[in-house]
């Protein structure tokens, strides 16, 4: 994974977001963890997504209990 995070050209956008920079390594210790949890590449993962309409930001709210809508809606001050 390769910053920026938010680069869509990678099918990244809809798993990274603006994260706060605290969180990134964090995000990306998960996001290579729901990977290899849901089929190993990003085409078995969005056919798991679309299977069982569950995403990263479910597994995320799992894994750390912190509510993804307030990371998506994060505005640094």
Do not use: W
């Amino acid at each position: 994974m390769e910053l920026p995070l938010d680069d869509d050209s990678k099918r990244l956008a809809t798993y990274s977001h603006g994260f706060p920079p605290c969180l990134v390594p964090t995000v990306v210790r998960l996001l290579r963890q729901y990977v290899e949890e849901h089929g190993g590449n990003f085409d078995h993962v969005r056919e798991y997504e679309a299977r069982t309409k569950h995403g990263f930001s479910d597994y995320f709210q799992d894994k750390t209990s912190i509510p993804y809508a307030d990371l998506v809606d994060y505005e640094p001050r």
